[in-house]
């Protein structure tokens, strides 16, 4: 789509660079920038050459730069770069393909992006909250945040950042990514955007994380000592809040297939 009203275009290269105008908004993949009119933006201000590494392996785990495409991650995770024991990693595509896009969508998508956009269905999203994922943010007042991913995002497309704020990237734990990691979404068409993505995750430690996105409007989160039995889990699922309806399902309709692919990760957990 053209954006008729952008009259200027400048490429970021030092933070100092991310210094917003009047009009002027960050972009990296612009695949929802340029996908309806932005009568209030004047200005693009391109992430991509900031220069930031799209994936980083370091002693704490993975590093996703935020102008890293889902392309370049789905590559990644099925490649010889994948630290042994990283089971959770293989999850990483089926992530991916809970957001209903085409490869070329792929290819130019950035994962910071799709957290920044913080739709309730956003794949990128998912896969954070499943593995404890935290966003290092670049505020406009030169400071620098940490938050949750689940903390994050607030809201259908919603979230906790200000004017101004970049996403630098998102980090996931080598404690998460070394867990067992089930992922199962469903949705009313079979080429539909995700009506419910639920994960669970069992550490280690015998510590169980399950998850529900995309059913609700925000991320939710329950943790459990080991593998709760059915009737715990699925009263957690059950008394989540936030779960909405839309043209793609209705409110009573999330909560029920939540609970029931729920119950499923959690038989395949235990077994």
């Given at each position: 789509?053209?954006?008729?009203?952008?009259?200027?275009?400048?490429?970021?290269?030092?933070?100092?660079?991310?210094?917003?105008?009047?009009?002027?908004?960050?972009?990296?993949?612009g695949t929802w920038l340029m996908s309806e009119p932005q009568p209030d933006t004047t200005g693009f201000v391109d992430l991509t050459t900031m220069g930031w590494p799209a994936i980083e392996i370091t002693d704490a785990g993975l590093r996703i730069g935020a102008t890293c495409t889902i392309a370049e991650l789905v590559a990644w995770s099925r490649g010889p770069d994948v630290p042994a024991g990283w089971a959770a990693a293989s999850v990483i595509?089926?992530?991916?393909?809970a957001l209903l896009a085409s490869f070329k969508i792929w290819n130019t998508?950035?994962?910071?992006?799709?957290?920044?956009?913080?739709?309730?269905?956003?794949s990128m999203i998912s896969l954070a909250v499943a593995l404890d994922g935290t966003a290092e943010v670049?505020?406009?007042?030169?400071?620098?945040?940490?938050?949750?991913?689940?903390?994050?995002?607030?809201?259908?497309?919603?979230?906790?950042?200000?004017?101004?704020?970049?996403?630098?990237a998102i980090d996931l734990p080598a404690h998460a990514l070394s867990a067992r990691l089930v992922l199962r979404k469903i949705a009313l068409a079979e080429l539909g955007r995700s009506g419910a993505v639920v994960t669970g995750r069992l550490d280690?430690?015998?510590?169980?994380?399950?998850?529900?996105?995309?059913?609700?409007?925000?991320p939710f989160v329950v943790r459990f000592a080991g593998i709760p039995d059915a009737a715990a889990l699925a009263a957690s699922i059950d008394a989540a809040p936030h779960y909405y309806t839309d043209s793609l399902g209705a409110a009573d309709w999330r909560r029920g297939v939540s609970i029931a692919l729920a119950e499923r990760i959690r038989a395949e957990l235990a077994a």
């Amino acid at each position: 789509m053209d954006i008729v009203t952008v009259t200027r275009f400048r490429r970021a290269r030092t933070r100092d660079d991310l210094a917003l105008d009047d009009g002027e908004v960050v972009m990296a993949g612009g695949t929802w920038l340029m996908s309806e009119p932005q009568p209030d933006t004047t200005g693009f201000v391109d992430l991509t050459t900031m220069g930031w590494p799209a994936i980083e392996i370091t002693d704490a785990g993975l590093r996703i730069g935020a102008t890293c495409t889902i392309a370049e991650l789905v590559a990644w995770s099925r490649g010889p770069d994948v630290p042994a024991g990283w089971a959770a990693a293989s999850v990483i595509p089926d992530a991916a393909n809970a957001l209903l896009a085409s490869f070329k969508i792929w290819n130019t998508a950035t994962v910071g992006g799709n957290v920044c956009q913080s739709f309730a269905a956003g794949s990128m999203i998912s896969l954070a909250v499943a593995l404890d994922g935290t966003a290092e943010v670049w505020n406009a007042d030169r400071g620098t945040t940490t938050w949750a991913i689940a903390d994050l995002v607030t809201g259908n497309a919603e979230n906790a950042l200000a004017r101004g704020d970049v996403l630098r990237a998102i980090d996931l734990p080598a404690h998460a990514l070394s867990a067992r990691l089930v992922l199962r979404k469903i949705a009313l068409a079979e080429l539909g955007r995700s009506g419910a993505v639920v994960t669970g995750r069992l550490d280690a430690d015998g510590a169980a994380v399950f998850t529900v996105t995309a059913a609700v409007s925000r991320p939710f989160v329950v943790r459990f000592a080991g593998i709760p039995d059915a009737a715990a889990l699925a009263a957690s699922i059950d008394a989540a809040p936030h779960y909405y309806t839309d043209s793609l399902g209705a409110a009573d309709w999330r909560r029920g297939v939540s609970i029931a692919l729920a119950e499923r990760i959690r038989a395949e957990l235990a077994a």
